[in-house]
């Protein structure tokens, strides 16, 4: 099948992660799949919710937005009760990064993670992932540099592609075009040493089999391991 923007169907849209992209949070970055733009920032708190409170570990969390104007139609600013779908994505970006953290070794302080999606195009959860990663290594590096923390309190590296069927073929990183008309879309969410942290399938309309199954976490597995060299090309760039 050709996309209808060029790309193989285990292609990547063009990654592009810039760090330190504002000047406050200590950790940010921009992160761009394609035309989907997202500004991820960390800010550190030095408290934890009452449930951690004289624990001895730390604790990180993730709001997520989208701007008004992010999508080809305005939609309305969340004022007042979250949303069940912003929500939901604020759950899984904060399990997915809390996966990667020695809570211990981060002691009783508290990460935020804001996700803010200036400009969607699909895969605006699994962008802010792979982006707010990066913004957490940035601060707890920073808390290092300040002598906060004795080392960085990190497992590992998380980051996160969608996959799906797509005119019956297998493709990865769908864009909302494809999404929106996609037979069964999946988010796959992955750590750099190959272990799932969370998988998120649903078919529309015709159910999937578990040969197509396996073929997507195999693409989404190649996926995410470009992904893991980009964040690794980008936190490591001076």
């Not at 953290?101 to 699909?122: F, H, P």
């Not at 290594?137 to 996160?160: G, R």
Request: charged share 25%; hydrophobic share 40%; proline share 2%.
């Amino acid at each position: 099948m050709s996309r209808h923007d060029g790309r193989s169907n285990d292609q990547l849209r063009e990654v592009k992660i810039t760090k330190d992209y504002t000047c406050h949070a200590e950790g940010s970055c921009l992160i761009e799949f394609g035309a989907t733009k997202v500004i991820c920032t960390a800010s550190v708190e030095e408290s934890v919710p009452p449930f951690l409170m004289n624990s001895g570990k730390g604790w990180v969390t993730a709001e997520y937005g989208m701007l008004p104007r992010s999508t080809n139609t305005r939609i309305r600013r969340d004022r007042a009760l979250t949303a069940g779908r912003t929500l939901e994505i604020q759950r899984l970006i904060g399990r997915s990064l809390r996966a990667v953290v020695d809570m211990e070794q981060l002691g009783e302080r508290t990460v935020k993670i804001d996700c803010d999606v200036i400009q969607a195009d699909g895969g605006t959860r699994t962008a802010s992932i792979t982006g707010g990663y990066v913004a957490l290594v940035l601060a707890l590096q920073k808390l290092k540099s300040e002598n906060l923390i004795a080392s960085i309190p990190l497992i590992d590296s998380v980051a996160a592609i969608s996959v799906g069927i797509y005119e019956g073929a297998l493709i990865l990183d769908l864009n909302y075009r494809e999404d929106s008309r996609a037979e069964m879309d999946m988010n796959v969410v992955m750590l750099g040493s190959g272990d799932f942290v969370e998988v998120q399938g649903t078919a529309e309309g015709k159910a999937f089999s578990k040969a197509q199954m396996d073929g997507l976490l195999e693409i989404a597995d190649k996926g995410i391991r470009e992904l893991t060299k980009i964040q690794q090309q980008c936190l490591e760039a001076a």
